[in-house]
């Protein structure tokens, strides 16, 4: 696709799914059922993006949404320590912010234009994840409609971003594990929650044997079919 840059996401095989890594001006799902690595990979990004361009990153800052409270700044050190960043700086240049729910936050986005227009060296926003406050403030099918539209309208306010400074979005989402998963729709595997009209990449990720983890992507017709297995090991993200 033109014009569009890649972070690396620290697995070649990984990184070779998805065509080179993360790409600009595009928005990336996640998705996936506990522990199946959406966080890890979210602070593995949150590092590589500040890596400069001849070294997979794009010598950028990230934007970190966190809904769950489940980032750790010890993580973001040890994961920019192994691929030869200074822990400081690269703390420094993630912009750490705790969505207590979902008002909060849709605000949040609604101001980081602003934080862009200021600091244009934010080449990554991550919302992880972006379902959670939804699902537990509108539960239900009676509630559906309207979680549906509060959530649509959020996520095409992060597509408008990504593709009006050239950065890379990455969402998370909770999705139950199902034996057919792989192999049925997994758009209505997921508990009454579905968010594939939204336009962009959705990465599929599942558990595998210990630390090691199946990525595989759903319906990008430009992207290769197939699985990869990557790995979650004390150094981060690795093949
Ligand atoms: P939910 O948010 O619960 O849906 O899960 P998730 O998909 O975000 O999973 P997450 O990325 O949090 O965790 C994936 C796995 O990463 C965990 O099961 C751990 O095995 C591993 N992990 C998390 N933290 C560390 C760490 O500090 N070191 C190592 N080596 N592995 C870790
Ligand atoms: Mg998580």
């Not at 590092?47 to 409270?69: F, M, R, S």
């Not at 227009?117 to 409609?145: M, Q």
């Amino acid at each position: 696709r033109i014009n569009t840059k890649k972070i690396t996401t620290g697995s070649q095989a990984l990184d070779g799914l998805l065509g080179g890594g993360i790409e600009t001006r595009t928005m990336t799902e996640l998705f996936g059922e506990f522990g199946s690595g959406k966080t890890q990979l979210c602070h593995q990004l949150s590092v590589n993006v500040q890596l400069p361009l001849e070294k997979g990153g794009l010598g950028g800052k990230a934007v970190y949404i966190d809904t769950e409270g489940t980032f750790r700044w010890e993580r973001i050190e040890a994961m920019s320590k192994a691929i030869g960043l200074e822990p400081d700086s690269a703390m420094n240049n993630i912009y750490y912010m705790r969505a207590i729910n979902s008002d909060h936050q849709m605000a949040i986005v609604d101001d980081l234009q602003e934080l862009i227009s200021k600091d244009p060296a934010i080449k990554l926003i991550i919302v992880d994840s972006v379902t959670s406050h939804f699902r537990a403030e509108f539960p239900g099918r009676e509630n559906l409609a309207v979680r549906q539209q509060k959530l649509n309208k959020h996520l095409h306010q992060l597509v408008r971003l990504a593709e009006m400074y050239d950065l890379a979005v990455i969402i998370t989402n909770q999705v139950m594990a199902r034996p057919d998963m792989f192999y049925g729709d997994p758009t209505v595997a997921v508990g009454g929650h579905t968010l594939y009209h939204v336009p962009g990449i959705r990465v599929q990720l599942k558990k595998s044997r210990g630390n090691k983890r199946i990525a595989r992507i759903v319906d990008a017709p430009h992207l290769p079919e197939g699985e990869v297995v990557f790995a979650i090991t004390e150094e981060g993200v690795r093949d």
